[in-house]
């Protein structure tokens, strides 16, 4: 391992591929986070950097949002994808302008995000001008007029401003005020691509779009669902969660298409039986749904429950939980009175026994929770197979208010909930914006804004003058990636506000700018009285502060509530209203105008400096209220409906690696499923493979299919995995080219990254990889 950036790309050539592992963590798992860290960043900055992650006036780690305990905390306080994120972060590898000066534009496009974002972090603000082949450095002054320039040459409707969920919520509130100043809601985000669909059915079915579960929920479940989702990968402390669940006497239910090693056995790392020993079984049932089939699923589970009420009445049903606080439970009962079993079995590639048996252990338990991620929220028809656990956990015996019972909506990266708090979106509510205009003597808009699909649209359509983006790689996390990367090109100016190089910085407007930012482990100490603090919000409602302690690499860094205090200034002038140069040097101000805008937040600094930070207000969790548009929880009934590919073809879902968070790649090995060194694989049943007339590590070009349309990605290999009958995964993002831009979920427009129709044809034949 060297700290110097790699000079060789991938070589999809050399992959290797060995049986998938059967268990997560253990030594293996401790032995890679650090080699990560000391390779990017040495021993003595690994070390700093990782002792105080996730540590109370700690820095709260930049990969998942999963929150922390609010007791004892352990000094190794993180999982093996948080301690290569931070090495990600931390690294001494540095791109300075002599980097611009040796690599084009059109040598640094032939690159993949993997090559791009491990040269190191951006040292100056660099630009791009029309004609230019190479950025070069740009003051801070000249790059913030540049900004003010362009953006009062167009009109408020043709600005955007796009955030990832890195952004701490100073900076996000910051940002979103930005925008409304100039006069849009032009604000999509990252959660327009997770989890929409989540807020889009939670909101409409129970009040609010969050979670209603703590992390002592978990731990005390007796029984806890675990669907669509990878938690060794995604959300590896999750697993410590679910062990002590486990510990505790409570059961576990998987679900997921992909029997993934995290789902199984958890060998925890700190603990001698999970390092020598055999780890802890978690699931005690795993059914393994074809892809989309969750809402037969919850449908039929349903079913069941009602069944078993009807043979015993009380069984299931909490009557005075439902006549207090629920409407529609007949209109409910009425439609899952029947089910047709051999629809069910074909939409969900389960049988009935199976089934029954999950129902049954949902009725013996007295407090469950059903937690999910992108797996549920990424299809057509999401929102409908959401609103179906709700329904679930509202019948059986009002798995609300009650303690280790509720909805666990698993977030992503670590402070995009706080990014919605903070007021970043596209549909902003009006009491929000009335709030927002009283604090601060402007007008908001009140027109919806663009999403994240929206966007892109408008991308195409050439309606888009200035893109902003805080944080995140939009090019490369979208859909319709060739014709987003064409159009992206054609716009005035992009901004990209970011720590180190990716796609986006390379499928730039005709005049661009790199504007390099402090990251969560840098010290944010240039202000006139001294280190600021910054603070996120978890996947569970908790407010925490987060702050860096390492010297950053490069003097030249800004940190994002400045940048973004500058931009406003240099566009909107003396003459406004806000004090944005006030807000930069001092975030305690940031957060007294958020304590009277934002519902939640009264006394902000205050309550910000207590142990643990505090919990924000949930009706359903704290006082089994429900603050629906009718006043009470609300039961839904939505048709069957099920993913069916056209003959010859698979539904695709996208999936990431071990190595992987987001668009950022920390290496080239998924351990847990047993592939390395490549990523352009197609993981497909072995009856499919034949079936489809190919073998084991053929190489074949890809062919989507949406409403007669079709999109193509070449050169991938196929895996024989163990994938349900017609059903077959890539990794997001090299996928994502054949995301055609309006296939999406109904009602939340989130991308349909679980749900493409897909061919194959074969590639011209190359060297076969060695099998391990």
């Not at 998942?64 to 999982?79: D, I, L, M, V, Y």
């Not at 009425?334 to 069910?344: F, L, N, Q």
């Not at 704290?622 to 590919?645: H, K």
Request: with cysteine.
């Amino acid at each position: 391992m060297t700290r110097h950036a790699p000079i060789q790309d991938i070589n999809e050539d050399s992959l290797v591929v060995k049986k998938p592992e059967t268990s997560a963590a253990g030594l293996e798992a401790v032995v890679v986070a650090l080699e990560r860290g000391v390779a990017q960043a040495g021993i003595g900055r690994t070390t700093r950097a990782l002792l105080r992650l996730n540590q109370r006036d700690g820095t709260d780690c930049p990969g998942c949002a999963w929150p922390e305990s609010q007791g004892h905390r352990k000094t190794a306080e993180f999982c093996e994808n948080g301690a290569k994120a931070v090495a990600e972060e931390s690294t001494v590898r540095q791109v300075t302008p002599a980097f611009w000066a040796e690599h084009s534009i059109a040598e640094l496009a032939t690159k993949t995000e993997y090559w791009l974002g491990n040269q190191g972090r951006i040292t100056h603000p660099v630009v791009i001008r029309p004609g230019d082949t190479h950025y070069s450095q740009i003051s801070w002054n000249d790059a913030f007029e540049l900004i003010g320039e362009q953006i009062r040459a167009t009109t408020p409707d043709r600005t955007v401003f796009y955030t990832s969920g890195r952004t701490a919520n100073e900076s996000a509130f910051l940002y979103q005020l930005f925008a409304r100043s100039i006069g849009t809601n032009n604000l999509p985000d990252c959660s327009n691509m997770c989890h929409e669909s989540s807020g889009s059915a939670m909101n409409a079915t129970i009040g609010i779009g969050k979670g209603t579960v703590s992390l002592e929920d978990i731990h005390h479940a007796e029984l806890i669902l675990v669907v669509g989702q990878n938690p060794g990968t995604n959300h590896p402390r999750m697993l410590s969660a679910l062990k002590e669940c486990k510990d505790n006497g409570g059961r576990i239910v998987a679900v997921n298409p992909l029997p993934e090693a995290g789902l199984f056995n958890f060998r925890d790392p700190q603990s001698v039986s999970g390092l020598i020993g055999d780890g802890t079984a978690l699931a005690d049932e795993y059914l393994q749904i074809k892809v989309g089939g969750d809402l037969a699923l919850f449908q039929a589970l349903g079913h069941l429950l009602l069944e078993e009420e009807k043979r015993v009445p009380g069984s299931v049903v909490d009557q005075a939980f439902m006549d207090a606080n629920t409407q529609g439970l007949e209109e409910y009962r009425a439609a899952r009175g029947e089910i047709d079993w051999e629809e069910t079995e074909k939409a969900t590639g389960l049988s009935r026994l199976q089934i029954g048996v999950v129902a049954s252990m949902l009725v013996t338990s007295k407090a469950t929770i059903i937690c999910w991620a992108l797996g549920l929220t990424q299809q057509p028809h999401s929102v409908n197979t959401l609103k179906e656990i709700i329904n679930l956990l509202l019948l059986l015996q009002g798995n609300f208010g009650k303690p280790g019972a509720g909805a666990c909506p698993v977030r992503g990266h670590s402070n995009v909930q706080g990014d919605r708090t903070m007021g970043v979106w596209e549909k902003p509510k009006e009491a929000f914006l009335a709030a927002l205009d009283t604090e601060f003597g402007i007008v908001s808009p009140r027109t919806h804004g663009l999403d994240s699909v929206a966007t892109v649209e408008a991308f195409e359509n050439e309606d888009v003058d200035v893109f902003v983006s805080l944080g995140g790689n939009f090019a490369l996390a979208c859909s319709d990636t060739a014709k987003l990367e064409a159009a992206m090109q054609r716009v005035g100016l992009t901004v990209h506000i970011s720590t180190k190089p990716n796609r986006s910085h390379v499928m730039h407007g005709r005049t661009s700018l790199i504007l390099p930012t402090l990251g969560r482990t840098d010290t944010d100490d240039k202000h006139p009285g001294g280190r600021q603090v910054l603070s996120v919000e978890d996947s569970m409602s908790v407010v925490r502060t987060t702050q860096g302690r390492l010297d950053p690499v490069s003097e030249h860094l800004l940190a994002e509530p400045v940048i973004v205090a500058r931009m406003a200034s240099a566009t909107l002038g003396a003459e406004h209203p806000v004090d944005w140069k006030a807000m930069s040097e001092d975030y305690d101000l940031i957060r007294d105008h958020i304590s009277r805008v934002v519902p939640g937040f009264t006394d902000f600094n205050r309550r910000l400096k207590t142990k643990n930070g505090f919990v924000l207000p949930n009706p359903p969790r704290d006082t089994r209220s429900f603050a629906t548009d009718i006043g009470r929880a609300r039961f839904t009934v939505s048709p069957l409906e099920y993913l069916t590919p056209p003959a010859g073809h698979l539904i695709l879902q996208t999936i990431r690696s071990h190595d992987q968070y987001n668009t950022t790649f920390y290496g080239l090995d998924d351990r847990y499923r047993g592939i390395s060194n490549g990523r352009r694989v197609i993981l497909i049943n072995k009856d499919d493979v034949v079936e489809l007339g190919f073998h084991d590590r053929d190489l074949v070009d890809v062919i989507s299919t949406f409403r007669g349309e079709e999109r193509r990605a070449d050169e991938f290999r196929l895996v024989v995995y163990p994938t349900p009958r017609g059903c077959a995964a890539a990794y997001f993002p090299e996928a994502n080219a054949l995301m055609h831009r309006e296939l999406v979920a109904r009602e939340s427009n989130t991308p349909g990254y679980k749900a493409m129709a897909v061919r194959f044809i074969a590639h011209e034949q190359a060297p076969v990889p060695t099998a391990g």
